[in-house]
């Protein structure tokens, strides 16, 4: 199998793939529905050292940043309550978290979540945090300009591996709200 974008040595379809996934993803991936097949999520087997968007495109190919996307956990504060969300960003832009963030989720006030609480809720690794797999009651804030790419490369849910998957099977995700603006240049 050839990934469809990028060249790298290891491609499996995701289902192909569960046991190189966490356990959130790979039952995502397991219970998967909607109009993308599961078997066009592809994993895609990559060094751990190389998993930071700027040293895996610098490895992997300068091509592959345009078509890279970031997924970050944001929480938004209002009345003492808060919400945690994800935001999926192409990795040549930053997530608005002061304004479409928090226009998004009603709050009052929003910030990127600590490490130990994105990973603890996630259940993925810290820098492999995807969009597939997430709690199913947190809203995934996807910038437009990333649903519209045929296929994008995240995260695997590990440092090691990337998923890529086309674009508009990530505003179809549980939670899923396409936004435009999320994600401005840096």
Not at 147 to 158: E, K
Request: charged share 20%.
């Amino acid at each position: 199998m050839r990934a469809p974008i990028g060249t790298f040595d290891h491609v499996l379809a995701a289902p192909d793939a569960l046991e190189l996934l966490t356990r959130p993803v790979a039952d995502a991936v397991r219970h998967w529905r909607g109009p993308v097949p599961a078997q066009d999520l592809i994993h895609v087997d990559t060094d751990p050292e190389w998993a930071d968007t700027a040293t895996f495109v610098e490895h992997y190919g300068p091509e592959l940043l345009a078509q890279s996307a970031n997924c970050v956990v944001v929480a938004g504060k209002r009345g003492g309550e808060a919400t945690l969300a994800a935001c999926v960003v192409l990795s040549t832009t930053k997530v608005d978290v002061n304004g479409a963030v928090r226009r998004q989720l009603g709050a009052r006030k929003a910030s990127f979540a600590s490490m130990d609480t994105a990973v603890g809720e996630t259940g993925m690794e810290y820098g492999g945090i995807t969009p597939i797999g997430l709690p199913a009651d947190w809203p995934v804030l996807v910038d437009a300009a990333v649903a519209d790419l045929p296929h994008v490369l995240i995260g695997s849910g590990t440092r090691r591996g990337k998923l890529i998957v086309p674009g508009k099977a990530l505003a179809e995700l549980p939670g899923a709200v396409v936004l435009e603006g999320l994600g401005v240049t840096v």
